[in-house]
């Protein structure tokens, strides 16, 4: 207000009074600030007061996860081929009926589709073309698709999840296989024989593993064979690379020219392995549990008793398991 009473002074009035209404409004200003100021700071310590943190307490126990047997697993055959110079490959769990069957030398009226127990997805009304499936082993991932996209020579694995419809102690609808193949032009079944023995010594920790090769059929291996273990049960406890028994472990064989074929690859000019083992078997057989259907109810209790520290992370030299 005395502000605008300025217009209406003398010049000389204007400027005295001007230069004390300056200074008094500077004075106002300054007061006003200081106050806020005050108040922000009593705000800010009335917080610190409150919200204080001892940062000397001693933690709270916390409850760890765990990593999972099949994940545990899955981590040490990686590591091990890995150290043997194999790569990861991975491709889809819903393959077409050719990738999954056809591909592998499985013709539509061969027995081998029944025997793997498959799940058909639904079609569209009037789509009359062979359903996809839920892949029934981890043969088309490594044996086509890596063929395919990488061509030979070629060394690969693929650990993942396949599905049969089965159900009981040693069986479940999803499992998880890795499958390995080495492709290349003077590769046999000698090597397949090293690689294998070699697998078996690292993974199961023991020196004095023992292999039994026995002639099988695959459709899409020629010759194949199914390849058992030395071991003993004593009282239930399963020893590995002793006593009388045998206990199969996987399926393998040298790679049928038909596949190589379908896979781009001539069959005059390459050669090579392939195996497929399943992981759950080996977490059982390794871990000793005995029951598969454990595996995938989510039971915390089953969690914290078979399973393994996150940050031990397997590897061939610092050791599979701790
Ligand atoms: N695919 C076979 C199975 O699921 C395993 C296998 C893989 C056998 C590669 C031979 C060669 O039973």
Known sequence: ?????????????????????????????????????ALADAALNARLESEWLDVTLPGRPQRQGTIH????????????FADMGFAVAEGPQVESDWYNFDALNIAPEHPARQEHD???????????????????????????????????PIRVIAPGRVYRMDMDQTHTPMFHQVEGMALGKDISMANLKW????????FFEVDNVELRFRASHFPFTEPSAEVDIRCSWDNGQLKIGEGDAWMEILGS????????????????????FAFGIGIDRLAM???????????????LRWLRHYGFAALDLPTVFGGLSK
């Open 253 to 272: 064989g040298m790679m049928h020219p038909k596949v190589l074929a379908a896979g781009g690859i001539d069959p005059n000019e390459y050669q090579g």
């Open 1 to 37: 207000m005395k502000m605008r009473e300025l217009g209406k002074m003398t010049p000389e009035e204007r400027t005295t009074t001007g230069a004390a209404l300056n200074r008094l409004k500077d004075e106002i200003d300054t007061a006003l600030r200081a106050k806020k100021e």
């Open 285 to 299: 057989l390794k871990y000793g549990i005995p029951d598969l259907r454990a595996f995938f109810e989510s039971d």
């Open 195 to 202: 690689v294998l023995e070699e697998f078996c010594r690292a």
């Open 118 to 152: 498959t799940f058909f997805m639904a079609r569209a009304e009037g789509d009359n073309r062979p359903p996809h499936v839920l892949r029934t082993h981890t043969s088309p991932p490594v044996q086509i698709r890596a063929l395919q996209e990488r061509g030979a």
């Open 69 to 80: 047997p099949v994940s545990q697993v899955m981590d040490e055959v990686t590591a091990i």
